[in-house]
Every structure is written in structure tokens, then in C-alpha cells.
């Protein structure tokens, strides 16, 4: 079974920092392309970044430059490093599998004063 464990969130002021982490469990972890995404309150959960097996990455338009997603493949876990935070960065923030269809708990994370 395919299982993912998001941790790392938590309340922030804006500007500042947080790093998620996410382990991932029952597939071959360093094979497969991994994703964040996002859920902002009362908003369809929405696509964040991508981290392929061999380094690449990808982000959507409205993080590029502030967050920077990782991958330690020999602890199955993917990271993502999220700076100059702001209000719209809040949401439950996941990762998970391309191709998966389960998701994990997801971490919290609330930008505000």
C-alpha cells in the first residue's frame, strides 16, 4: 500500500519560512516522480511542484523563486523549502506519487500575523 506522511507545518508571519517534509512508503521511492500540492481553505487542492527521479524540477507560477522542493531518495523523502511566505501560501499542503491514488494526512500551514 502506498502511504505518504506530510509533517513540518505550522503557523507563520508573512516573510517568513517553513520546511515540509514528506516520507513515502510502499513503492520504489527513488523511481518515481513525486509532487507537492496544496489545499487553501475553501479552494480545490491545487498542484505545487514536481521532482523527477533525476533531479529536475518543476513549480507552479505563484511559488517559483520563494519555494525550492528536494529529494533524499535514501530516506524516501521529499522536501519542500518554502521562504517569503504570505497569507495565500496557506493551506494543507501533501505530496504524493505520480500515478497514486492515496493520499496522506497532510501538514497545515497558516501564514498571518
Known amino acids: 500500500e502506498e502511504q505518504f506522511v506530510e509533517s513540518g507545518g505550522g503557523l507563520v508571519q508573512p516573510g517568513g519560512s517553513l520546511r515540509l517534509s514528506c516520507v513515502g512508503s510502499?513503492?520504489?521511492?527513488?523511481?518515481?516522480?513525486m509532487t507537492w500540492h496544496r489545499e487553501p481553505p475553501g479552494q480545490a487542492r491545487e498542484w505545487v511542484a514536481t521532482?523527477?527521479?533525476?533531479?529536475?524540477?518543476m513549480y507552479t507560477d505563484s511559488v517559483r523563486g520563494r519555494f525550492t522542493a528536494s529529494r533524499d531518495n535514501a530516506k524516501n523523502t521529499v522536501y519542500l523549502q518554502m521562504d517569503s511566505l504570505s497569507p495565500e501560501d496557506t493551506g494543507v499542503y501533501y505530496c504524493?506519487?505520480?500515478?497514486?491514488?492515496?493520499w496522506g494526512q497532510g501538514t497545515q500551514v497558516t501564514v498571518s500575523w
Open positions: 504524493q506519487k505520480v500515478g497514486s491514488t492515496s
Open positions: 510502499g513503492f520504489p521511492f527513488s523511481d518515481e516522480i
Open positions: 521532482l523527477w527521479p533525476g533531479g529536475a524540477l
